[in-house]
Every structure is written in structure tokens, then in C-alpha cells.
């Protein structure tokens, strides 16, 4: 992934950010805020976009608050910040999404800066890190290894300088250090590679590796570096956790830990062993416990099906045995979880969702009525809900089901134009062709490219 200019990014973006930008200047800031993190949501990489959130973010926390609302912001933020370094293991994207929720509320907190940091280096965004490496700098100005980093990576977005001048003031501060001395050489190695594309950084366009003279080769060891770093780390911290572990013997959240490392490995005996050993103690009874566990053995049969042999003349037949056995436990599985935590409407949508999976499109419905009281999934289990009518041929329902959610959507987002669309389809199907084009053109004026409401706009006008 590489840093983004505003003309790289999506119409439906861009859209967001002009938003985002009258709502700054009207000094609607909450508004403002909450439509670039849409924006970058959307564009992990647009740069100016995250400049300007930032800016605002630190703008709205200047203004009022004083002690007893900091301690409150960073009492909220410790579960961001556990969920974003969780992240980091396979969603860097998202960990970033995780951190900017974070900086909202204490842009001047070092916990979310430094899960910017290690997102932005596996997405490969330097002028991402280095934005937030300014604020980790700024907390701490004496931490040496935090300057040197942050001098290296001043180096690779293609601007050493500001990463020089914090290294030489230390050495002015620490002159037989001779760490510092070593850094600032490496420094020197550097400068001119980041230098020479800053051109191409500043546009949006290059990268530190586009200097590089063989640009297939430092895509090469950029590829197998970053395997062996991810597999390295983990092996790491799994040797890290088996000996906490040794002291700390009835840590539960270090043994749950302990077993999504293995299940990253695909060690699953050890996984399901650990996740035993946490469900037969007292945070046994934990619906999200039980979601993992699930979701282990569904990685163990996706395992199981990457291993068929491609050449084996039965390999459909056997793809699609294990494709189905893994479907039936995770309907069982579900279920299950249903019947335990009746109340937990998050699982009903899950149930919901398997059950139309496999075509049982009354059942699914009961538990997308139940699942839409949920706010967090409101508007997907309506989505679903419509979807389920639509199969039972009842259009009427179907209509208004996705009318009300529609309605209930501000943000003409990918969700709102599926909605919009199956609205359309659905008109479409009880026959009413001219409704049906004015949810298309709908689409049509945002995003002409989507799906193919280009083809049936264009063909209402004849």
C-alpha cells in the first residue's frame, strides 16, 4: 500500500473529505472529525486527510477538559489500545481505524501513536509513522532508542532532517553515546535513498524502494523480509508467553493469548488445548470465548482445505465434503451459543446470517427480527432481513424493511448503495420498472461505476 494524493483516492472518498472540509471551516468540528475518519476508513493512505483529522483532533482537545477529562479519555482508551495491538497481528488497516478512535479522545496519548506507527510500517505508509513518531518524540525527548527510530524513518519517508537535528541534540546532550554517534552514521546512508525519492513520496506516488536501483528486487526482499519478520515475531512472543507463563501460571488472558499465537501458526492441537484449559476455569462462561474457539476449528478446516492436493482427480469432491462439514459446525456451533446466551443478539445475527447461508430463510428471519435490536447490528440484520423476504417472494416487505433502513443510513456509503440497489432489484420484481430506476439513479449520481446501474440508467432514457 502506498501513501495517496487526494486525485488516487475514490470518488465516494473524496466526496467524504469535501464534506469533512466544509464542516471544519463551519468549526463543526465533531462532524468534521467523524467524516475523515470515514474518509480514511475507506483510504488508509491518503495523507492529507490524516494531517487534517489530526489537526482537528489536537484542536478539539485544546479546547477544555484540563486534568479530570484527560484521566477519563485515557481510562476509555485502554481497551482501544489492547484491541488495536490485537489488530496488528493480521489487520494492520484496521488497527489504524483502532488508533485514530483513540487519538478522538487523547490525541496527545502515546498508546495510540505507537499502534500508528507499527500499522504504518507493515502498510508501508513513512509519512504516516513519521506524523505520529512526531507526537511519541515530542512525550518523550530523552528516550534514545524512540529518537533513533524516529530518525530512521524521518529518513525513509525522504525527510532526514527533522529525524538529524532531534539525533544531534541528544548527542550535543549525551556526547560519548556512542549508539547516537552510530545512528546518525547510519543516518547518513540513508539520507540520500529517502532524499532522492522525496519527490515521488511528496506526490503521493513513491516510496522509500522506488529509489532503489533494481525496483523488482526490493520488491522481492521487501516481500520475504516481511514474512520472516511476521513468522519471527510470532515464534517470539510464543516463546515469551510459555515462559511467563511458568511464573504465572493461572494468567488466563496470557494462556488466551498464548492460543491465538498457535492458532496463527496453524498449531491447532495446542490452540484447542489452551482454550481448554481457560473454559474449564472460571472465565469459562464467556460467549466470546466460545466465538473463539469456533472460529479456531473453522481456520482448522480452511487449513484442511488448502492442503488438498490440487492434483488429485477427486479434488472438487473433496473441497466441497470439507467446505460442507465446515458449514454444519458452524451452524451446530452457533446454535449452541443461541441456546446458552438466548439474549446475546449479536449471536442471533450470527445464527441468522449461517441459516441463510443454507437456504433456511424463515428461520433466518426470526433471528434477524431479534438480531436488528441490536444497534451495532441494526442496520445489517435489516439488510439481511430484506434479503430473506426477497427469497420468499415477498416484495412488500422486503420494500419497506429496506426503505426504513435506508433511511436510517446518513452516509451514502457502500452499505447504503447495496441497500439502495436491493431496493431497486426488489421494485424490479413486483414490476414497478420506474421506481426501480430512481434507486439506480440514485447510485448513478455518486458512483456511475457501480455494479451495473450505468447499464440500466442509461437504458431508461432509451
Not at 548527542?171 to 560519548?176: F, G, L, V
Not at 434477524?368 to 439488510?383: D, I, T
Not at 446518513?410 to 447495496?418: A, N, R, S
Given at each position: 500500500m502506498a501513501e495517496k494524493i487526494i486525485n488516487e483516492i475514490s470518488r465516494e472518498a473524496r466526496t467524504l473529505y469535501t464534506k469533512a472540509q466544509e464542516a471544519a471551516q463551519r468549526e463543526n468540528t465533531d462532524y468534521a472529525i467523524a467524516l475523515y475518519n470515514q474518509v480514511l476508513e475507506k483510504e488508509p493512505g491518503f495523507f492529507e486527510c490524516r494531517k487534517a483529522l489530526r489537526v482537528l483532533q489536537f484542536k478539539k482537545a485544546g479546547s477544555g477538559g484540563g486534568f479530570f477529562k484527560k484521566m477519563l479519555s485515557g481510562t476509555a482508551s485502554s481497551p482501544l489500545v489492547a484491541k488495536g495491538q490485537l489488530a496488528l497481528r493480521s489487520n494492520p488497516a484496521g488497527a489504524l481505524a483502532i488508533a485514530e478512535q483513540i487519538l478522538n479522545s487523547d490525541p496527545n496519548g502515546s498508546g495510540g501513536h505507537k499502534i500508528i506507527v507499527e500499522a504504518a510500517k507493515a502498510l508501508e505508509l513513512p509519512k504516516t509513522a513519521v506524523l505520529s513518531y512526531e507526537t511519541l518524540v515530542k512525550n518523550s525527548p530523552k528516550d534514545k532508542n524512540l529518537a533513533i527510530d524516529y530518525a530512521l524513518a524521518c529518513a525513509e519517508a525522504g525527510n532526514a532532517a527533522p529525524g538529524e537535528k532531534h539525533l544531534?541534540?541528544?548527542?550535543?546532550?549525551?556526547?560519548?553515546d556512542g549508539e547516537l554517534k552510530q545512528a546518525l552514521k547510519d543516518m547518513s546512508a540513508r539520507k540520500t535513498l529517502g532524499e532522492g525519492g522525496y519527490g515521488a513520496l511528496e506526490s503521493g506516488k513513491g516510496s522509500f524502494r522506488d529509489v532503489l536501483k533494481n525496483k523488482d528486487e526490493a520488491v522481492l526482499l521487501e516481500q520475504q523480509n516481511r514474512v520472516v519478520k511476521t513468522e519471527d515475531r510470532t515464534e517470539s512472543l510464543i516463546k515469551e508467553y510459555e515462559g511467563r507463563l511458568q511464573n504465572e501460571p493461572n494468567n488466563l488472558k496470557l494462556v488466551r493469548s498464548l492460543a491465538e499465537?498457535?492458532?496463527?501458526?496453524?498449531?491447532?492441537?495446542?490452540?484447542?488445548?489452551?482454550?481448554?484449559?481457560?473454559?474449564?476455569?472460571?472465565?469459562?462462561?464467556?460467549?466470546?470465548?466460545?466465538?473463539?474457539?469456533?472460529?479456531?476449528?473453522?481456520?482448522?478446516?480452511?487449513?484442511?482445505?488448502?492442503?488438498?492436493n490440487p492434483f488429485a482427480p477427486d479434488h472438487a469432491a473433496q473441497v466441497e465434503q470439507l467446505k460442507a462439514a465446515k458449514l454444519e459446525f458452524q451452524v451446530s456451533e452457533c446454535q449452541k451459543r443461541v441456546e446458552r446466551y438466548p439474549t446475546d443478539l449479536a449471536i442471533r445475527y450470527e445464527m441468522g446470517a449461517l441459516l441463510y447461508q443454507i437456504g433456511k430463510y424463515g428461520e433466518a428471519i426470526t433471528e434477524?427480527?431479534?438480531?436488528?435490536?441490536?444497534?451495532?447490528?441494526?442496520?445489517?440484520?435489516?439488510?439481511y432481513l430484506a434479503k430473506c423476504y426477497a427469497k420468499k417472494k415477498m416484495?412488500?416487505?422486503?420494500?419497506?424493511?429496506?426503505?426504513?433502513?435506508?433511511?436510517?443510513?446518513?452516509?451514502?456509503?457502500?452499505?447504503?448503495?447495496?441497500?439502495?440497489?436491493?431496493?431497486?432489484?426488489?421494485?424490479?420484481?413486483?414490476?414497478?420498472?420506474?421506481?426501480?430506476?430512481?434507486?439506480?439513479?440514485?447510485?448513478?449520481?455518486v458512483d456511475s461505476g457501480y455494479k451495473d446501474v450505468a447499464a440500466k440508467v442509461e437504458a431508461s432514457y432509451g
Open positions: 544531534l541534540d541528544l548527542i550535543a546532550d549525551n556526547p560519548t499465537l498457535y492458532t496463527e501458526k496453524k498449531q491447532f492441537d495446542q490452540a484447542f488445548a489452551l482454550y481448554d484449559r481457560v473454559k474449564n476455569s472460571e472465565m469459562g462462561n464467556d460467549p466470546s470465548l466460545e466465538q473463539a474457539i469456533g472460529k479456531t476449528k473453522v481456520k482448522q478446516f480452511d487449513s484442511q482445505i488448502e492442503q488438498v434477524f427480527q431479534k438480531a436488528q435490536q441490536n444497534p451495532h447490528k441494526r442496520l445489517a440484520a435489516m439488510g416484495y412488500d416487505f422486503a420494500a419497506r424493511t429496506l426503505q426504513n433502513a435506508i433511511k436510517e443510513k446518513l452516509i451514502f456509503d457502500d452499505e447504503k448503495k447495496e441497500m439502495t440497489y436491493e431496493l431497486g432489484t426488489v421494485f424490479e420484481n413486483m414490476g414497478k420498472k420506474d421506481d426501480a430506476i430512481e434507486q439506480y439513479k440514485l447510485i448513478y449520481e
